[in-house]
């Protein structure tokens, strides 16, 4: 895979917009990296900010994007979570630390209080068709339990689709389950537990590895600390 940008000296970390954000804030500040004001601003546009550190930058981009950004070398290192790294398998990200945020689950979905006979028996699990953003996943589920799944591909509001009939079962996060009950759907089965990791890109490791292990060991010592107390 091209690697772009590596003979830069500055190091960018992507991290991913909406909720796992919100709980990488405290690990930032904890870490003592402080993005610019435009960063925590809801109202600006900009993608791209600075730090505290003028050898360090911040992207924000969709949390399955981090994963490209950082394969491809583009950003040296992100925040990720384990459903993405699942679903694309990358080899070039290399995810030494659990940061232990955006604790969820990856879970089976399908309408509330119906009794769905295709799915009792898994004979007739083909004909089951699902609706996901983790169509390598899920496809792999099934096939370890012997069925072909039929996978519907989309990129977001899932729980619309068993209730609009377009599919019988969804595989999708889910954290209170409140989006699942808000939309009359209810949990069948976990696939599996899902947090965020620290990932690295693997050519930059070998590149950028003064700064990007001294970042390691930060996150990695802040993890271990109940109180999060400040590192540097
Ligand atoms: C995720 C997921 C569910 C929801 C589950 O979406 O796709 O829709 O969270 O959370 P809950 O169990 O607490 O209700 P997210 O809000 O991350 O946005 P997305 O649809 O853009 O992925």
């Known amino acids: 895979m091209s690697v772009i940008d590596m003979k830069s ?4 970390l992507a991290l991913p917009k909406g909720r796992i954000l919100k709980d990488c804030l405290p690990l930032l500040k904890a870490a003592n990296i402080i993005p610019e004001d435009a960063f925590f601003d809801k109202n600006s546009r900009l993608l791209r900010f600075k730090t505290n550190d003028p050898k360090l930058d911040i992207i924000r981009v969709r949390s399955f ?7 491809f070398g583009t950003a040296s290192l992100g925040v990720c979570g384990s459903d993405v790294l699942m679903e694309f398998d990358y080899s070039d ?51 370890s ?16 689709a068993p ?15 409140s989006t699942l009950r808000a939309n009359g759907l209810q949990e069948v089965k976990t696939i599996t537990q899902i947090s965020s990791r620290l990932i690295i ?32």
């Open 9 to 12: 000296n500055s190091l960018i």
């Open 65 to 71: 994007d981090v994963a490209t950004f950082v394969a």
């Open 93 to 143: 990200i290399y995810a030494p630390l659990d940061l232990n945020i955006g604790r969820c689950r990856l879970s089976i979905a399908q309408l509330a209080g119906i009794k769905d006979k295709n799915l009792e028996d898994p004979a007739r699990w083909s004909q089951i068709r699902i609706a996901t953003k983790y169509p390598n996943v899920t496809q792999r589920y099934f096939a």
């Open 145 to 160: 339990k012997g069925a072909q799944a039929d996978i519907i591909n989309l990129h977001g509001a899932m729980e619309l």
């Open 163 to 177: 209730v609009l009939k377009l599919s019988n079962l969804i595989v999708d996060l889910v954290d209170t389950g």
């Open 201 to 232: 890109n693997r050519t930059a490791l070998k590149t950028q590895s003064a700064c990007i292990n001294r970042l390691i060991d930060r996150f990695r010592q802040l993890v271990a600390s109940p109180n999060k107390e400040s590192v540097s």
